[in-house]
């Protein structure tokens, strides 16, 4: 006993020597985490699946396009072609993307465009 925890046990089965396990074999419990430097445990924080994080990030997306786009008019978006060129912020309508905000520029030849679903690449300045 280490004050009134206990630290060691002996089993009664077998006769041999653990560390004290405060659950049952196969009882998950709350996971906690031990602090080396105080030694006292504390619950885990609650782990994000990867499908929750991915919801998480396309709503996120999705909030961020809404914010762009609103209060524009129709006729502010521009038809999507290859041979324009866009600037940060222009609004474009792409045939198969559909609405989209310019983000940021790449380069001369490419920027990027944050569509309702997710963010896409698209060429700029290329001569048809």
Same mark, same amino acid.
């Given at each position: ?28 419990? /709350? ?56 600037? /940060?912020?222009? =609004? ?13 520029? =790449? ?22």
């Amino acid at each position: 006993m280490v004050g009134p925890r206990p630290v060691r046990v002996e089993c009664s089965t077998c006769g041999s020597h653990h560390n004290y396990r405060p659950r049952a074999p196969g009882d998950k419990g /709350e996971p906690t985490v031990r602090s080396r430097a105080s030694g006292i445990s504390s619950p885990r924080p609650a782990r994000v699946s990867g499908a929750a994080r991915a919801e998480q990030a396309k709503v996120s997306r999705e909030q961020t396009w809404e914010k762009a786009i609103a209060g524009r008019g129709v006729s502010d978006f521009r038809r999507y072609n290859v041979a324009q060129t866009f600037q /940060e912020g222009d =609004l474009i309508r792409h045939a198969k993307f559909g609405d989209g905000v310019v983000t940021r520029v =790449l380069d001369p030849r490419k920027v990027e465009v944050l569509f309702r679903d997710e963010p896409r690449t698209l060429a700029q300045g290329m001569i048809e």
